[in-house]
C-alpha cells in the first residue's frame, strides 16, 4: 500500500478486528495471571503477540496508521517474560523481556518511560535470582541514569537506589567501588528527600564499607557523621550504636584510650536507655580490647558480665 493511495477499507476492518481480540486476550491473560493460573495466563498472551506480529508482519499493514501496534507487541512481549518469570523459567522471561526494551529502545523518545522502566527492574530482578548480580548492578544503574535523565518521581528513584545498594553491598566484591557511589548517590537523594533517618542509615552503610575495606578514617569519618544526626534526632539508642562502632574503629587502630573512651560512653547510654542488647554487645567488645592488650583478667570479668545478660 502506497501513501499515496486511500487504505482499503477491507483491510483496515480487518486489522482493527485484529488488534480489537489482541486486546482482549490481554485483558484475559492479566486477569488469569491475578488468579495464578499462569498457563492460561501464558496460553492468552502468546496468541495475543502472535496476532500482533502477524499484522506487522503483513504486507498491507501500514504503521504510520496503527501506532500503537508495536506498542502492543511490547506490552504482550513484558507479560510473556513476567509469566515466565513467575514460573521461574528465568532465560525464558529474559528473551521476551529483552526484546521488549530493544523495541522500546528502537522507539527511542516516543517510547513509554513507565514500560521501559518496568522492563529494566523485571531484568534486573531476574539476574539476581540468577545470581549474576554483576549483570544485575549493570542493569539497574543503567535505569538509575535513565530515571536520572527522565526526571523521574524522587520516591521511585530512591528505590531504585536502595534495592541497587543492597545488591552492591551485599553481592559484590567488598572493594567495589560501585557500592560506595551508589551510597553517596541515595544519601544525596534522601537529604533532598527530608528523609534525614534514611539518609543516616545510608551514611552508616558508608562507614560500614569502608570499615571492611581497613579504611579506618574514613570509616570515621562517616560513623561521627552519622553520631552527630543521632544527637539531633535524640536517638540515644542510635547515638550508644554508634559510639560502639566508633570504639571498634579506635580498636582496630590500635588506640586504646578512644576505643575504651567510646565504648564506655555506650555503655552508659545503654545502662540508661536500658537497652540489654546494646549493653551485651558493648560489654563483650570492652572483653575483646583488653584480652587485645593482654590483661585477659579484665577482659574475662566483661565477657562474663556480658554472657549474664538474657535476651528475650
Not at 569519618?221 to 539508642?237: K, T, V
Not at 554508634?242 to 590500635?254: D, F, M, N, T
Request: charged share 35%; with cysteine; glycine share 4%.
Amino acid at each position: 500500500m502506497t501513501k499515496d493511495k486511500k487504505p482499503d477499507r477491507k483491510i483496515v476492518k480487518r486489522i482493527d478486528k485484529q488488534l480489537h481480540e489482541s486486546k482482549k486476550l490481554l485483558k484475559k491473560g492479566i486477569k488469569a495471571q491475578k488468579s495464578q493460573d499462569l498457563e492460561e495466563a501464558l496460553n492468552h498472551f502468546q496468541n495475543a503477540y502472535e496476532i500482533i506480529q502477524g499484522i506487522l508482519t503483513s504486507d498491507d499493514f501500514e504503521e504510520s496508521k496503527y501506532a500503537d501496534t508495536r506498542e502492543g507487541k511490547i506490552v504482550a512481549l513484558l507479560h510473556l517474560g513476567n509469566v515466565h518469570q513467575e514460573l521461574k523459567e528465568t532465560d525464558r522471561a529474559l528473551e521476551y523481556l529483552n526484546e521488549a526494551l530493544k523495541l522500546d529502545n528502537e522507539k527511542g523518545k516516543t517510547g513509554d518511560m513507565r514500560i521501559r522502566v518496568l522492563i529494566m527492574k523485571m531484568i534486573g530482578d531476574i539476574y539476581c535470582d540468577q545470581k549474576k548480580y554483576n549483570d544485575a548492578v549493570n542493569t539497574f544503574e543503567e535505569l538509575y541514569y535513565l530515571m536520572v535523565r527522565a526526571s523521574a518521581p524522587f520516591d521511585d528513584t530512591a528505590k531504585l537506589l536502595d534495592k541497587l545498594t543492597s545488591v552492591c553491598y551485599e553481592h559484590l566484591a567488598k572493594d567495589d567501588p560501585r557500592t560506595i557511589k551508589f551510597f553517596e548517590k541515595s544519601v544525596e537523594l534522601l537529604n533532598i528527600m527530608g528523609r534525614r533517618r534514611d539518609a543516616r542509615n545510608m551514611i552508616n552503610n558508608l562507614a560500614v564499607v569502608h570499615y571492611k575495606n581497613e579504611r579506618y578514617d574514613e570509616a570515621l569519618e562517616y560513623y561521627q557523621q552519622a553520631l552527630e544526626m543521632d544527637e539531633n534526632f535524640n536517638d540515644m539508642r542510635g547515638k550508644a550504636s554508634r559510639l560502639r562502632y566508633i570504639g571498634l574503629v579506635y580498636h582496630k587502630k590500635e588506640n586504646w584510650e578512644q576505643a575504651l573512651k567510646h565504648y564506655n560512653e555506650s555503655l552508659s547510654l545503654s545502662d540508661e536507655k536500658k537497652d540489654s542488647a546494646g549493653k551485651k554487645e558493648t560489654l563483650k567488645k570492652l572483653g575483646d580490647l583488653y584480652m587485645a592488650q593482654g590483661d585477659e583478667e579484665k577482659a574475662n570479668e566483661f565477657l562474663q558480665e556480658a554472657d549474664q545478660i538474657i535476651l528475650n
